[in-house]
């Protein structure tokens, strides 16, 4: 038995060394295209939520994604839906009315300073509060550039 | 060096091993990550989830808890602290503190679930001082900056320079008290040879993280929190601390355990920290050039 545990701690020993020397040539791969395929995604907090539709206007577009609700009765950031203008060059002013459920009627409308960065989201639809933002107050209400676009995000009732 | 919120929409935010403790409950449960970033490393953001991930799985099986000697950037900060002074001026260090990582672990495990904040990070870290911070823009974001650099002073900086310890691993680390989970997993460990044992306790006061304690060296083992960097091996006088390799007879192999070890664990340190030392030192040369 001790000659066994012996055998077998020796050989543990020596795979060790060999994942050691091998795993950033090949475990590393595959260890990622694992934590890849496990279906994992970034909290929509961060990442605002699965695209819902997109609206296009003349010289630009709207990318509406889901409402992220409050997942937890502890959690600190309240429910918000984004959007999304792009590309970033947009004009300085603008006012959109924007149907952010997709049912047809417009339920926000967005008056944006694209040069500023400040936003006035008039609620149309009791849902949706209304906002005056300046840059990041939180990240259930903001306005930032993102890439290449200014992202709003609403807060939600 | 501070992360606006706008980075962290965008997905580009590095990931950091600190927050994985964090992220099971809720990626178990939800299947959400409660971390900025992305899952695949994408042309803006290399160190993304699933890159950071890799590594630290990898090595955590080979290392165990000898991640935090040789693989966490951050430990080093502190361990050059500590080496620093020639002896150090606080030498009595009540043993009960031993146990605070493990109940910041379990605090952080749930209020992270419950909250779905990394809550450790946003509150808690000390190496947010001089790492990627959030930018301070509001006055939560100005204590939260207060909190990591009192820390930091406090832990990474004071009390290493005054007991030659690693104080922020022994007394704070959620994700040390994780990784000594791992210890079991590894095949080497560090064995306190009683037959060679006067004891000296050199070990004892050698050991960067209180591990070796007078019952641990009746046992012949360090405990759970062992990070195996070595220390008391070099300590020793009489190669009573020794590497051993499971399931073998203790001392037996030491030397060849050592080596062993050391080659798996420099391959990693090696690895991990090759990248971040070429872009220092592009970073200094950028400086002087």
Redesign the interface.
Same mark, same amino acid.
């Given at each position: 038995m001790?000659k066994l545990? @012996?055998?077998? =701690?020796?050989s543990?020993? +020596?795979?060790?060394?060999a994942?050691? *020397?091998l795993? #950033?040539f090949l475990?590393?791969?595959w /260890? !990622?295209a694992a934590? =890849?395929a496990a279906?994992?995604?970034?909290? #929509?907090?961060? @990442?605002?939520g699965e695209i819902s539709h997109i609206i296009q206007r003349e010289n630009y577009r709207i990318v509406v994604n889901r409402p992220v609700p409050r997942? @937890?009765p502890? !959690?600190?950031?309240g429910p918000f839906v984004q959007l999304a203008w792009t590309p970033a060059s947009l004009p300085a002013h603008l006012s959109d009315e924007v149907d952010v459920d997709g049912d047809g009627t417009p339920d926000v409308r967005v008056d944006i300073d694209s040069h500023n960065l400040v936003v006035d989201v008039t609620p149309l639809n009791a849902r949706y509060r209304p906002m005056h933002s300046q840059? +990041?107050t939180s /990240?259930s209400a903001?306005i930032?550039? +993102?890439?290449d676009g200014i *992202?709003v995000r609403i807060p939600l009732n | 060096m501070s992360i606006p919120v706008e980075r962290m929409i965008s997905g580009d935010t590095p990931f950091c091993f600190l927050a994985i403790p964090m992220m099971i409950l809720p990626a178990a449960i939800a299947g959400t990550v409660i971390f900025p970033g992305s899952i695949l490393p994408t042309a803006s953001n290399p160190h993304a989830i699933a890159a950071m991930l890799a590594p630290w799985l990898a090595a955590t099986l080979v290392l165990g808890k000898g991640w935090c000697s040789y693989g966490c950037f951050f430990g080093g900060i502190e361990e050059g602290f500590a080496a620093i002074p020639n002896k150090p001026r606080i030498r009595r260090i009540d043993p009960r503190w031993r146990w605070m990582p493990w109940a910041v672990l379990a605090a952080i495990v749930l209020l992270s679930a419950a909250t779905l904040e990394p809550v450790y990070c946003m509150w808690l870290c000390p190496f947010k001082a001089v790492t990627e911070c959030p930018a301070v823009r509001s006055f939560e974001t100005a204590v939260q900056m207060g909190i990591f650099i009192t820390l930091f002073l406090g832990l990474v900086v004071v009390l290493p320079l005054l007991t030659k310890k690693r104080t922020q691993c022994s007394f704070l680390c959620p994700f040390g008290a994780f990784q000594s989970i791992f210890n079991k997993t590894g095949a080497f460990d560090i064995r306190l040879d009683q037959s060679k044992c006067t004891p000296c306790v050199l070990c004892e006061k050698s050991c960067p993280t209180l591990s070796i304690t007078p019952e641990a060296v009746r046992s012949g083992k360090p405990l759970v929190s062992c990070m195996k960097c070595g220390a008391c091996v070099d300590a020793c006088v009489r190669d009573a601390a020794v590497w051993h390799i499971k399931g073998t007879e203790v001392g037996a192999s030491s030397e060849r355990a050592r080596l062993m070890y050391l080659y798996s664990a420099w391959a990693f340190a090696v690895m991990f920290g090759g990248s971040i030392i070429a872009a220092t030192l592009e970073k200094l040369f950028g400086l002087v050039v």
């Amino acid at each position: 038995m001790k000659k066994l545990r @012996s055998i077998l =701690g020796n050989s543990g020993a +020596v795979l060790t060394l060999a994942f050691a *020397v091998l795993a #950033p040539f090949l475990l590393f791969g595959w /260890f !990622q295209a694992a934590i =890849g395929a496990a279906h994992l995604r970034i909290d #929509p907090t961060y @990442s605002g939520g699965e695209i819902s539709h997109i609206i296009q206007r003349e010289n630009y577009r709207i990318v509406v994604n889901r409402p992220v609700p409050r997942r @937890s009765p502890l !959690q600190r950031i309240g429910p918000f839906v984004q959007l999304a203008w792009t590309p970033a060059s947009l004009p300085a002013h603008l006012s959109d009315e924007v149907d952010v459920d997709g049912d047809g009627t417009p339920d926000v409308r967005v008056d944006i300073d694209s040069h500023n960065l400040v936003v006035d989201v008039t609620p149309l639809n009791a849902r949706y509060r209304p906002m005056h933002s300046q840059g +990041v107050t939180s /990240f259930s209400a903001l306005i930032a550039r +993102v890439k290449d676009g200014i *992202v709003v995000r609403i807060p939600l009732n | 060096m501070s992360i606006p919120v706008e980075r962290m929409i965008s997905g580009d935010t590095p990931f950091c091993f600190l927050a994985i403790p964090m992220m099971i409950l809720p990626a178990a449960i939800a299947g959400t990550v409660i971390f900025p970033g992305s899952i695949l490393p994408t042309a803006s953001n290399p160190h993304a989830i699933a890159a950071m991930l890799a590594p630290w799985l990898a090595a955590t099986l080979v290392l165990g808890k000898g991640w935090c000697s040789y693989g966490c950037f951050f430990g080093g900060i502190e361990e050059g602290f500590a080496a620093i002074p020639n002896k150090p001026r606080i030498r009595r260090i009540d043993p009960r503190w031993r146990w605070m990582p493990w109940a910041v672990l379990a605090a952080i495990v749930l209020l992270s679930a419950a909250t779905l904040e990394p809550v450790y990070c946003m509150w808690l870290c000390p190496f947010k001082a001089v790492t990627e911070c959030p930018a301070v823009r509001s006055f939560e974001t100005a204590v939260q900056m207060g909190i990591f650099i009192t820390l930091f002073l406090g832990l990474v900086v004071v009390l290493p320079l005054l007991t030659k310890k690693r104080t922020q691993c022994s007394f704070l680390c959620p994700f040390g008290a994780f990784q000594s989970i791992f210890n079991k997993t590894g095949a080497f460990d560090i064995r306190l040879d009683q037959s060679k044992c006067t004891p000296c306790v050199l070990c004892e006061k050698s050991c960067p993280t209180l591990s070796i304690t007078p019952e641990a060296v009746r046992s012949g083992k360090p405990l759970v929190s062992c990070m195996k960097c070595g220390a008391c091996v070099d300590a020793c006088v009489r190669d009573a601390a020794v590497w051993h390799i499971k399931g073998t007879e203790v001392g037996a192999s030491s030397e060849r355990a050592r080596l062993m070890y050391l080659y798996s664990a420099w391959a990693f340190a090696v690895m991990f920290g090759g990248s971040i030392i070429a872009a220092t030192l592009e970073k200094l040369f950028g400086l002087v050039v």
